[in-house]
């Protein structure tokens, strides 16, 4: 079975996408596409290319990591002793240390 794709004509961008019969009927302004077979859950659409790409996989950050630095950019760290450091950090990931963000 093909797997379909529809996307704006001008832009390239994706509206719909799925294993089913070829769409009939669109309106103006949307194409459809058949695939031989579904996309790797590692590819996405390319809208300039009007076919699938491997992901750019973007590790998650540490925020932890990230506050210290940015505290470090706008206070020197190293006026803080070293109890003070492991203090602002056990705060920072009182706050925040759960999260992670790309």
Not at 6 to 29: F, I, K, N
Not at 31 to 39: E, I, L, Q, V, Y
Request: hydrophobic share 35%; net charge negative.
């Amino acid at each position: 079975m093909a797997y379909w794709v529809v996307y704006e004509t001008a832009t390239g961008r994706l509206r719909s996408r799925g294993d089913s019969r070829e769409p009939e009927s669109l309106p103006a302004g949307l194409t459809a596409k058949s695939f031989s077979s579904r996309p790797l859950d590692t590819e996405e659409w390319d809208e300039s290319k009007l076919d699938w790409r491997a992901m750019t996989i973007v590790p998650p950050v540490d925020i932890t990591a990230l506050v210290m630095a940015d505290v470090d950019a706008h206070l020197t760290l190293g006026l803080l002793t070293t109890l003070q450091k492991r203090d602002l950090r056990d705060i920072i990931n009182t706050h925040y240390g759960g999260y992670r963000f790309n």
